[in-house]
């Protein structure tokens, strides 16, 4: 076999020499025991995937979304969607691999491993749909860092009262660009390293707007009017307004909070000893409570220091000082880089691997060249690899452009991927693999557990389409801000 022979050859250094190991136990040194090569991730590497997958632009909502809520319910609220997202996370751990022990590559491997194939054409709509979205919602985001960066120039140099338009068209253009390039590379586990940078750059910029938070409130005072129940009905807002943006509120909670989508996948690099899933469990319990602590922080400090009119983008809110307003901007435009490849990689694998088993005779689809590249060594390069992801790259560029609205395009994003991706799946897959009797305490309380989170997704929806809704009939697309 193909297989054997290319052990045969696998060269083996023994002693500073090099030999060669034709030993029947030569596959094992380098092969996993699904036969693909050997994963080398760790509790570190995965914690720094989730951190880069869960601290995005969520982050950057959520002092307006304290503001819609207030005191009481905004920090409630941002500790139960962090429990719910822990507890469902430690549920989906466990259906990593098949009642029979194989491996799952992705969420939807688990899901029809576990649950069958309804389920895992209702999972695959629900993820790549989602998918889409952050790249998308991480497309805007980026666009307006990059325009703060040159708007905090242009104030510091002509005054606050001073003119200073910037192009977020040009900017996504850029920005596209760049994914354009690390689109190329053919697999997850080779981002690695551009994850543990990306969740550097999500911590110095989350901590960036706290020390702005916390100097503005220290400058100003008590200035800010902040509320136990937010924004004020009457004075800030009309009663329906309130309702509304409270709905969207918990849609940009929900976003914020978004990486089961991706979980699988990041599980998938982890080594085989010890056991995956026990490490996925360390890994998320690390990686969830850090960035809640982020997010308390960030939330109410930043509604603190804004109070009831908090801006959408709180890091949007400060010019002075504006080398450290750039850096943090700088930080953002980091870190997003390397999260829309975190969720970008689960979508380039689905199509491709469909493409190939689906006309396995077409070299379009299945030749590939080896390139080297400098410091990443031989790296595989096709051209349909090339045609896909900037094909993807650029139609999500393009949506952002059109239908830039930042809060409520994120409170969408959150409200149709929370439920049936984070609660409602692993949920059921747990039931199952569990094999929890029907109507007994535990199977009552997660039927109730989804259920709530059910609505709670329908009602963030109908919240964010309604603000997507009125922000579309102000705008004018590619026009300068």
């Known amino acids: 076999m193909a297989v054997e022979r290319d052990a045969q050859r696998m060269p083996t250094a023994?002693?500073?020499?090099?030999?060669?190991?034709?030993?029947?136990?030569?596959?094992?040194?380098?092969?996993?025991?699904?036969?693909?090569?050997?994963?080398?991730?760790?509790?570190?590497?995965?914690s720094a995937h989730i951190i880069t997958a869960v601290i995005g632009s969520g982050v950057l909502s959520l002092a307006w979304a304290t503001a819609q809520l207030g005191w009481i319910a905004g920090p409630v609220v941002l500790l139960i969607f962090a429990l719910i997202t822990w507890y469902c996370s430690i549920m989906l751990a466990d259906c990593y691999?098949?009642?029979?022990?194989?491996?799952?590559?992705?969420?939807?491997?688990?899901?029809?491993?576990?649950?069958?194939?309804?389920?895992?054409?209702?999972?695959?709509?629900?993820?790549?749909?989602?998918?889409i979205g952050v790249s998308i919602g991480y497309t805007i985001t980026t666009a307006i860092s990059m325009g703060a960066i040159k708007k905090s120039n242009c104030i510091h140099r002509n005054g606050h009262d001073a003119t200073c338009e910037v192009s977020t068209t040009t900017n996504m253009i850029i920005f596209a660009a760049m994914q354009i390039v690390l689109s190329q590379l053919?697999?997850?586990?080779?981002?690695?390293?551009?994850?543990?940078?990306?969740?550097?750059?999500?911590?110095?910029?989350?901590?960036?707007?706290?020390?702005?938070?916390?100097?503005?409130i220290a400058d100003e005072g008590p200035q800010a009017r902040t509320t136990l129940t937010g924004v004020i009905v009457g004075v800030d807002v009309t009663a329906t307004e309130k309702l509304w943006r409270t709905f969207q509120s918990l849609g940009n909670i929900a976003f914020a909070y978004s990486y089961s989508t991706v979980l699988i996948e990041i599980q998938d690099t982890l080594k085989s000893s010890p056991p995956e899933n026990q490490v996925m469990k360390k890994a998320?319990?690390?990686?969830?409570?850090?960035?809640?602590?982020?997010?308390?922080?960030?939330?109410?400090?930043?509604?603190?220091?804004?109070?009831?009119?908090?801006?959408?983008?709180?890091?949007?809110?400060?010019?002075?000082?504006?080398?450290?307003?750039?850096i943090a901007n700088?930080?953002?435009?980091?870190?997003?880089?390397?999260?829309?490849?975190?969720?970008?990689?689960?979508?380039?694998?689905f199509i491709e691997t469909w493409s190939r088993n689906r006309w396995p005779d077409n070299r379009f689809l299945t030749s590939e060249l080896v390139v080297k590249v400098?410091?990443?060594?031989?790296?595989?390069?096709?051209?349909?690899?090339?045609?896909?992801?900037?094909?993807?790259?650029?139609?999500?560029?393009?949506?952002?452009?059109?239908?830039?609205?930042?809060?409520?395009?994120?409170?969408?994003?959150?409200?149709l991927s929370f439920w049936p991706l984070t609660v409602f799946l692993p949920v059921e897959m747990y039931i199952v693999r569990a094999k929890i009797?029907?109507?007994?305490?535990?199977?009552?309380?997660?039927?109730?557990?989804?259920?709530?989170?059910?609505?709670?997704?329908?009602?963030?929806?109908?919240?964010s389409v309604r603000g997507l809704i009125q922000s579309v009939q102000h705008y004018q697309p590619f026009e300068s801000s």
């Open 330 to 349: 700088i930080c953002i435009v980091i870190h997003l880089i390397g999260a829309y490849q975190v969720f970008a990689q689960p979508v380039y694998h």
């Open 284 to 326: 998320s319990a690390v990686g969830v409570s850090t960035t809640t602590m982020f997010y308390m922080a960030c939330g109410l400090l930043g509604y603190a220091a804004f109070g009831n009119s908090a801006p959408g983008n709180f890091l949007t809110g400060f010019y002075e000082p504006f080398w450290l307003i750039d």
């Open 437 to 463: 009797p029907r109507f007994c305490s535990t199977w009552i309380w997660l039927k109730i557990l989804s259920t709530i989170c059910l609505l709670v997704s329908l009602v963030a929806a109908c919240g």
């Open 97 to 131: 691999r098949s009642p029979q022990g194989k491996r799952s590559y992705s969420y939807k491997d688990a899901v029809k491993a576990n649950l069958g194939s309804v389920y895992c054409n209702f999972c695959g709509l629900s993820q790549y749909v989602n998918l």
């Open 186 to 216: 053919p697999n997850f586990h080779k981002i690695s390293w551009l994850s543990i940078v990306a969740a550097i750059m999500s911590v110095a910029y989350s901590s960036i707007g706290l020390g702005l938070s916390v100097a503005k």
């Open 14 to 46: 023994i002693n500073g020499s090099l030999e060669i190991d034709v030993g029947d136990h030569s596959l094992d040194a380098f092969l996993d025991d699904d036969g693909r090569a050997k994963r080398t991730g760790t509790m570190l590497t995965a």
């Open 374 to 415: 400098p410091l990443m060594g031989d790296v595989p390069f096709s051209i349909f690899r090339l045609t896909w992801r900037t094909l993807y790259v650029v139609v999500t560029a393009v949506v952002a452009m059109i239908f830039p609205f930042f809060n409520d395009f994120l409170g969408l994003i959150g409200a």
